[in-house]
């Protein structure tokens, strides 16, 4: 908007019209206290200013504006008939004015001088904006900094604190903080401590790390500077992530010798235990086997005998289960499971696993939908291991419907072989669906009614995973179970 201050209204009348007629927003004022008031209350892009006005003259005016904060930028044209003296022009660019025009006016050269103060005016006034909003970045920058310092400098006071070796690390993997641990097994803060020759390489596993921009957790063994015995570790490095981006990385190597050493103890006793006491049991069934025959000559022995009989049968049968279950644990703790693989079709394994449990189990309807035709490469006891340990779960886990579905179906643009065995019992809460594979893991819930060690389903998921194939489950509470595993299809199936 321009201003034009004139005590002569005809005079602002016809200026008023040359300047409306360019598209130009116009305001007036007939004294220079008029002015004032309404240079206090709006903004203007230019001021057009007589001279010889009563009262307060041109330059008193001028000199007012140019003294306020809020106007000081503002330019003005001063106009006059009278005062056209070298002396007088003079005073006026001493009072604040930019430009002198006498009277008459010359309407082009106004627009002129008009046009290109304006334009000045709006560029000064979108430079002044582009100025503060650059201080402003500038404080929230010098804000932010010192915010992420005294981030860094707790974060720093938090890793010296820890008994952990600790570090944090650029994004692009440059190291720029390590505690004082550190250097009780490297001499220098940008050396990673030094891995077992049969560990994996620290410095190539986290350069993946980097690349994938996924944590990372694994066990490596590491030792003291100066000291020839190597302790497990457990390194874990995990992102720190802002605004969607990776801006730092922080690790920790966590002595777990004394937590690896209790394993192997416990491992040893587990396999020592279920090896002294499968002999005794293999006794214990053979007897009872010869017990069974001799009873079946003795024709007055009675109902209630056979049945402690076959009740005996059935524990003996459960107790030779848990130690199976040990003995495969032991085995893959120290990895000597031993898989005899071949090449083999899952169609018969599937309908023989289904015969066997049906002749133990006649109060349950198993029913099969689909077609596993398809060959596979894997040792078949292993498989119909699992496929047995799904089908007894789902049978334990199923008291009140005695119903269960196995589905058979080809996946993955027919590269694997999937089989869901489907019951209709207690089901799995959600938030206990993520450990149930994990080794002597119960769901509380169901411990005190269905007995077991835990071990069934990580038996299942390690044989499962040295076949390359996947498994999981999908599960409601109260509302039955889907469990699954998938292997790859023989290439040459066909």
Not at 357 to 372: C, E, P, W
């Amino acid at each position: 908007m321009i201003l034009i201050v004139d005590d002569k209204a005809e005079n602002i009348f016809s200026l008023k019209k040359i300047l409306e007629l360019h598209n130009f927003e116009v305001d007036s004022a007939l004294t220079g206290e008029d002015a004032l008031k309404k240079i206090l209350k709006n903004s203007y892009a230019l001021i057009i200013l007589d001279v010889q006005m009563p009262g307060m003259d041109g330059f008193e005016v001028a000199e007012a504006i140019t003294g306020y904060s809020k106007t000081k930028d503002t330019p003005i044209i001063f106009l006059s008939a009278v005062n056209t003296d070298k002396r007088f022009i003079a005073k006026g660019y001493a009072s604040g004015g930019i430009d002198y025009v006498t009277k008459p006016v010359d309407p082009d050269v106004l627009m002129l001088k008009v046009k290109t103060l304006h334009r000045l005016y709006e560029q000064t006034r979108a430079l002044n904006k582009t100025q503060l909003a650059l201080r402003a970045e500038i404080e929230y920058r010098k804000q932010a900094q010192a915010e992420l310092k005294e981030k860094m400098q707790e974060l720093h006071l938090t890793l010296e604190s820890i008994p952990q070796i600790a570090f944090t690390a650029q994004s692009n993997g440059s190291i720029e903080f390590v505690n004082q641990h550190w250097f009780d097994y490297s001499p220098n803060e940008k050396i990673f401590p030094e891995s077992h020759p049969d560990d994996p390489n620290i410095q190539q596993s986290l350069n993946r790390m980097y690349k994938d921009g996924t944590p990372l957790k694994m066990e490596v063994r590491i030792r003291r500077i100066y000291e020839d015995v190597y302790r497990c570790h457990l390194l874990r490095v995990l992102p720190v992530i802002e605004n969607d981006t990776i801006v730092k990385w922080v690790g920790t190597f966590t002595d777990i010798e004394e937590q690896k050493e209790v394993e192997r103890k416990k491992d040893e006793f587990l396999s020592i235990a279920s090896h002294e006491l499968k002999t005794p049991l293999t006794s214990i069934k053979a007897y009872m086997q010869l017990l069974e025959r001799s009873f079946e000559s003795n024709i007055n022995l009675s109902e209630e005998s056979s049945k402690y009989l076959q009740r005996t049968q059935i524990q003996l049968d459960k107790l030779h289960k848990l130690i199976a279950d040990l003995l495969d644990i032991s085995k893959i703790e120290s990895g000597k499971l031993k898989f005899n693989k071949k090449i083999f079709s899952l169609e018969p394994l599937v309908d023989s696993t289904i015969d066997i449990i049906r002749q133990t189990n006649h109060d349950f309807k198993i029913t099969k939908t689909g077609s596993a035709d398809v060959k596979v490469f894997g040792d078949d006891m292993r498989i119909e291991q699992v496929l047995m340990n799904y089908l007894t779960n789902a049978i334990k886990y199923s008291p009140e419907r005695k119903e269960i579905s196995i589905e058979c179906s080809v996946i993955d643009n027919g590269s694997m072989i999937c089989l869901t065995v489907k019951d209709h019992g207690v089901g799995v809460p959600r938030e206990k669906q993520g450990s149930l594979f994990n080794k002597f893991y119960r769901v509380e819930e169901t411990s005190h009614r269905f007995q077991g060690l835990g071990l069934g389903l990580y038996i299942c998921s390690e044989i499962i995973n040295r076949h390359d194939g996947k498994f999981g489950l999908k599960s409601s509470d109260g509302e039955g179970s889907s469990f699954y595993f998938c292997l790859p299809i023989h290439k040459n199936n066909n």
